[in-house]
């Protein structure tokens, strides 16, 4: 064997499992280029409709083959349907399965690492979502240690597991106003119940699926840390002392985890405008006075949600970018009025997001608050309008806005109700004016400072790197340690 093999196959081996999600797989893929980046070497499991999106940490990772792919066969599950393999396509109806049903792969990575168990191969360390909380007691059966993902907050991450530990009831079944209270949490919050996640609202006592989904979060609050795409001046207080919620364990803030600017590519697939293209259209406008707007990857906005929002851009005449999707129904005529106003783009399909909100002319994003957009609105210093819609959006939307000050509501009311188009326009007219006073000069100087704050702490010796470089090193360690 070469010197050079025998350096390759010394580096400390991770199994890394990815939960089927866009959303979920990308960050927990950009933190394992980080980590074969510096010097460990990692199996990443995916099934045959995932695998594409593996591919830039394939060919980027380095050494080469500092990083490979592990395709499984979809398990199948009788909740589940046959034939999808991902959260893309499926209901949110059906998350909770399809949680239950990507379980079906313990078997076979289990088999899996038994049989590298007392070679070169063998696995130190599983490093999994926290929507995999079965690699946990997979761990536990193997003899080495669990780090669980969140590419949540962890004020978020804190809350979804809150309510699978403790169970919490509203006062009123038929009250979806009903408050659901976190007294573990710091400030001890407070939700509404038709703000809490669908997977606990959902939760039927005894149900295969829903006991499923419940031990899922409660494995993660074995393990042996949680490793967040966070950073410590954006949630501080909620990382200051170990929380009841998240198991009382470490948690390591290595975040932002998404490679610089550009360099992350057309990690979704190909885009609808090529980002050269779509910054030429953006120069044209005045430092700050675009709106980009988008409700992510995954929901589709309402068509009364989309109504309102279009229509109060048509009102307020505020030039923007909409990455709306393929499938958002918009009113009659809307796209073709603003392309021939040329003071609105609608994209269909994926959207260069990164580019967009690191132009000078993006000043505000209308966002869903799901975590990965607030991140790159955070690193890009863009001030947010905060439109949560479900899942963890509501409890991301009041950390930028309560705690953090860097947005501004739109509206609360979520899937449930549309607000009315000119309480719409009044957001985003006084916005991008800032006729109305300081708030709005407040907002947008919190979000750039939040941008160097990112910078500082994924730079050399900041706090990001460094919890980066311990977690390194205590996978290093780990690796060193007797074979049994």
Not at 395 to 424: E, F, I, S, Y
Not at 431 to 455: H, I, Y
Request: net charge negative; hydrophobic share 45%; aromatic share 8%.
């Amino acid at each position: 064997m070469s010197a050079m093999a025998a350096t390759a196959t010394d580096r400390p081996h991770v199994l890394v499992v990815p939960y089927p999600a866009q959303g979920h797989m990308i960050p927990l893929l950009d933190l394992a280029g980080l980590l074969a980046s510096r010097g460990l070497r990692l199996t990443v499991v995916a099934t045959p409709a995932t695998a594409p999106l593996l591919a830039p940490l394939l060919e980027s990772a380095r050494p080469a083959g500092a990083a490979r792919a592990l395709i499984l066969p979809f398990p199948s599950h009788p909740a589940f349907p046959a034939g999808i393999e991902s959260a893309k396509g499926s209901p949110p109806s059906l998350f909770g399965a399809l949680i239950v049903a990507f379980a079906g792969l313990r078997g076979p990575l289990g088999a899996w690492v038994r049989a590298r168990s007392d070679g070169p191969e063998r696995v130190v360390a599983i490093l999994s979502d926290f929507f995999c909380g079965w690699t946990q007691p997979l761990a536990a059966e193997l003899g080495i240690p669990r780090f669980a993902f969140s590419p949540s907050a962890v004020y978020g991450t804190a809350v979804l597991h809150s309510v699978f530990r403790r169970k919490p009831k509203r006062e009123d079944e038929d009250d979806d106003e009903s408050p659901i209270d976190f007294p573990d949490i710091p400030g001890a919050p407070a939700y509404p119940w038709r703000q809490m996640s669908l997977l606990y609202r959902t939760f039927i006592e005894g149900d295969e699926v829903s006991e499923g989904v419940k031990r899922n979060f409660l494995w993660n609050l074995e393990s042996s840390a949680f490793v967040s795409n966070t950073f410590r001046r954006l949630e501080k207080r909620y990382l200051d002392a170990p929380l009841a919620d998240l198991g009382l364990r470490s948690v390591r803030a290595v975040g932002p985890v998404a490679p610089e600017a550009d360099a992350s590519g057309n990690r979704g697939g190909e885009t609808a405008v090529a980002a050269a293209d779509l910054c030429a259209w953006l120069d044209k406008f005045a430092d700050g006075s675009v709106v980009y707007i988008s409700f992510g990857s995954m929901a589709v906005l309402q068509p009364l949600h989309a109504a309102a929002l279009a229509a109060a851009l048509e009102r307020t005449g505020v030039a923007f970018v909409w990455a709306a999707g393929p499938t958002v129904t918009l009113p009659e005529g809307f796209e073709e009025r603003a392309a021939a106003g040329g003071r609105g783009m609608v994209i269909r399909g994926w959207a260069p997001q990164v580019t967009a909100l690191r132009h000078r002319a993006v000043g505000w994003f209308v966002t869903h608050c799901g975590w990965n957009s607030v991140l790159e609105a955070s690193a890009a210093g863009v001030a947010m309008l905060a439109w949560p819609m479900t899942a963890d959006q509501f409890v991301n939307a009041r950390l930028l806005v309560d705690d953090l000050g860097a947005a501004v509501p739109v509206d609360w009311g979520g899937l449930k109700a549309a607000p009315d188009a000119d309480a719409v326009a009044r957001v985003l007219d006084a916005a991008v004016s800032g006729k109305d006073g300081g708030q709005w000069g407040d907002v947008a100087a919190r979000a750039k400072e939040l941008a160097e704050e990112a910078a500082a702490a994924v730079r050399e010796g900041g706090g990001s790197r460094r919890e980066l470089d311990e977690l390194v090193q205590e996978l290093r360690e780990l690796g060193s340690e007797p074979k049994h």
